[in-house]
């Protein structure tokens, strides 16, 4: 499948492969979702799933705390385009969840990547936390 969508005045498009039973639940269709808004730095959409009060942390990184410095620091990630967003594994349980894959960028690198959510509730319809694994292939 490729995503063709105007995103802050810019029109992205990414292959996107995804394993067919990465969005049988709501969980996993919003986990699925998210990991497309960030991949295509579709902010505004990935805004409103955000607690206030998120926290990140890429790992190796310096966490981050915030709505907004959560913004920020994915705004500053913008020039590192995927050109295909492999996800192969969705997993959710309760106010958890997990995804992980592999972003082919434009450049020709690849980095396979695995994120993990915390969610105010079991509902999980906001995020409170998360915790990114990314790391190049060779």
Request: proline content about 3%.
């Amino acid at each position: 499948m490729v995503i063709k969508k105007p995103v802050a005045h810019e029109f992205i498009e990414m292959k996107l492969n995804i394993t067919p039973d990465c969005g049988n639940s709501p969980k996993k269709k919003l986990v699925k979702n998210l990991t497309i808004y960030f991949a295509t730095y579709d902010l505004d959409n990935a805004m409103e799933f955000m607690e206030d009060t998120i926290q990140w942390n890429l790992v190796g990184d310096i966490p981050i705390e915030g709505k907004q410095g959560f913004r920020e620091a994915l705004e500053q990630m913008k020039h590192n385009k995927v050109a295909e967003l492999t996800i192969d594994r969705i997993i959710t349980h309760g106010k958890e969840a997990a995804v992980n894959g592999d972003m082919l960028m434009e450049n020709g690198s690849v980095f396979g990547f695995s994120d993990f959510y915390d969610f105010s509730s079991a509902k999980g319809t906001k995020v409170k936390k998360i915790v990114s694994y990314v790391i190049e292939k060779k």
